[in-house]
């Protein structure tokens, strides 16, 4: 069984969408970078948002498949091709994130680039779970 703790010092600033810090106790899960690609190979979804729901969903299989759980996630780095478009769309991936994860917020870090390994992806996410 798995614990975890998310840490949130009052001497930072308030989080929004993710923790601090994270602590736990458990089997640790590493999880390989996911982006917007289905079972055939290919970059799927319109845009960012649906490419992170894609993506995020990717996750959560690899996740579950290892036995673990989206309340489980210790860790997550989102990098993001365009931050901007990224800003824009935050409300509607605040919604897909709770639909599929929850408020249950890993310790995460958005960073922006020029370009993913596949050159139609607009994010990709990759992370820890404590299980």
């Known amino acids: 069984m798995s614990y975890l703790e998310r840490i949130n010092p009052v001497e930072l600033a308030r989080p929004s969408g993710f923790s601090h810090a994270v602590a ?52 997550l780095t989102i990098f993001i091709v365009d931050v901007p478009d990224y800003r824009a769309h935050a409300r509607e991936i605040g919604a897909v ?18 370009r993913l390994w596949d050159e139609d992806a607009l994010v990709e996410v990759q992370g820890f779970a404590v299980v």
Do not use: C
């Open 24 to 75: 736990g106790e458990g089997k640790i899960v590493f999880l390989a970078g996911q982006t917007a690609m289905d079972a055939e190979g290919r970059i799927v979804g319109g845009g960012v948002v649906a490419q992170l729901e894609q993506a995020l969903g990717n996750l959560l299989t690899a996740l579950r498949a290892a036995g673990g759980e989206p309340h489980q996630l210790a860790s």
């Open 97 to 114: 994130w709770r639909r599929l994860i929850g408020t249950d917020y890993p310790a995460m870090a958005g960073i922006g680039i020029s």
